[in-house]
């Protein structure tokens, strides 16, 4: 059987089809698509038709490569999507306006006046386990309804972009616990809507939303005009698909305790399945839950490939010639110091921080400085959440890598020195295209009732370590860096106090 996996992530929409009996991906799509350009500071937005003009693509590329005869054993899909994101929806399901995005930091005031509703942080944090930070959803309500109150009137369904991608395949509104716990309106300790959430916005938002279904009931059948253009079957299965975090976990085995993926996509996150809820009490670490049945404690930065990407750009170089100019700078770029919060900041929570280079000489204003100096920084803030999900318990014995920015084996040793862990990258280097493609096939297989397989089994069948990428903590290098993420900490805590 073939099970399809779509990843629609920030910058790009990735398909991978996954032949279940030869444990292998056998043939993959991608397509790009962009933000809005030319918004105010700190409101970011995509239109969801072009997810899924991306979404239709990436499948009618893939259906072309399987061929007719692969084409015929496609059995299911999964669909993976950023997480956060803020999709209104009309009675008819017609999309209201662009959807508000995971890095849009437009919506402090909505953060204060919900925390406040609920009686304060802890509060918050007691009753629902996630705080309202800018870049969950139900802040992105609350904005529509008191500043685009025409549009809030028209409001009849709140989705987040994997499952409106769900309801572009199959006609159905349909959420699960996975990523419905990065709306803030849940209380993840009980994997339910939380009423007193809700109704801080709105007293009729509860009918807004689908009932949470839990992630191993299929969101529903490919819609039959979908089935026959791509060739497909009349039956195939779309599961309940899940966040990209969610799903980055079942591509990379991290489907039991003690396995630890971090992803270096537009944003980058580190995260770890466990078996009960692990609610933060500084709330930096977010409680979400998974999309297995599990939690999935989570650090999420914002600056990682969009600097990497704006340092490229500067000096027109390509994801090789960065790597090379960073590789020609010293470990430490000689004092050279970035602190890198061109979007603002989630983690830690600085949603109107900008960036800042420290050091700046005659010898470390140049290319190689610069370029190594923000894979240092993004890597430094990533390493100070990671330290933070140590003291709630996580103990990374290695992390294995997902995500664009894990294909850099400068990156990778730079993340094995900075964390003083093992890192690894996998095979299948789009992990949550893969780990949707294997949720969809387990949720197949527990239609089938007796002939039901693991997950941990699928993972462990198909997901696979590449040992080529494997880096150790080099020895040299990791004094030097505990003393930067120290400098780093004060850096960003003098500029910013919180
Ligand atoms: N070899 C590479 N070295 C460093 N960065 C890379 C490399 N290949 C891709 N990337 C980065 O990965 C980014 C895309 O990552 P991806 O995980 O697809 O993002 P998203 O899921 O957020 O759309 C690109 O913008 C690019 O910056
Ligand atoms: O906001 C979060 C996690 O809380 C982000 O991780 C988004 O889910 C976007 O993911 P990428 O597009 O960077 O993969």
Known sequence: MIHIGIDSGTQSTKAVALDLERGQVVASARAPHALIPGLPPGHMEQHPRNWTIALDATLAEL????????????????????????????????????????????????????????????????????????????????????????????????????????????????????????????????????????????????????????????????????????????????????????????????????????????????????????????????????????????????????????IRGLFKQDVRALDRAAAGAPAGSAGLLMLPYLAGERTPNLPHATGVFYGLSLATLNPGHLARAAMEGVTLNLNHGLRRLMALGIRPREIRLTGGGAKSGFWRQLMADIFDVPVVAMKEDEGAALGAALQSAWCVSRQQGAKETSLAELTGRCVKLDERTRAEPDRKNTALYQELQARHDALSQTLWPR
């Not at 966040?243 to 971090?262: F, L, Y």
């Open 63 to 310: 259906a072309a490569r399987l061929g007719p005869a692969r084409r015929r054993r496609v059995r299911s899909i999964g669909v993976s999507g950023q997480q956060h994101g803020f999709v209104p929806l009309d009675a008819e399901g017609r999309v209201i306006r662009p959807a508000k995005l995971w890095c849009d930091t437009s919506t402090t005031a909505e953060c204060a006046l919900l925390t406040k509703k609920l009686g304060g942080e802890k509060a918050v944090l007691r009753k629902t386990g996630v705080p309202f930070l800018p870049g969950y959803t139900a802040p992105k309500i609350l904005w529509l309804k008191r500043r685009e109150p025409a549009n809030y009137r028209r409001l009849r369904h709140v989705l987040l972009p994997h499952d409106y991608l769900n309801f572009h395949l199959t006609g159905r509104y349909f959420m699960e616990p996975g990523d419905a716990s990065g709306t803030a309106l849940m209380d993840i300790r009980r994997r339910a809507w939380s009423r007193e959430a809700l109704q801080a916005i709105d007293k009729n938002l509860e009918n807004f939303l689908p009932p949470l279904s839990p992630s191993d009931v299929p969101a529903g059948t490919l819609l039959l005009a979908h089935a026959r253009r791509l060739g497909f079957p009349e039956n195939v299965t779309v599961s309940a698909g899940g966040g990209d975090n969610m799903m980055g976990a079942v591509g990379t085995g991290n489907v039991s305790p003690g396995v630890v993926t971090a992803s270096l996509g537009t944003s980058g996150t580190i995260f770890a399945h466990a078996g009960r809820p692990v609610v933060d009490p500084r709330g930096e670490i977010a409680a979400f839950c998974s999309s297995d049945g599990g939690w999935l404690p989570l650090l999420c930065t914002m600056n990682v490939t969009t600097v990497t990407e704006q």
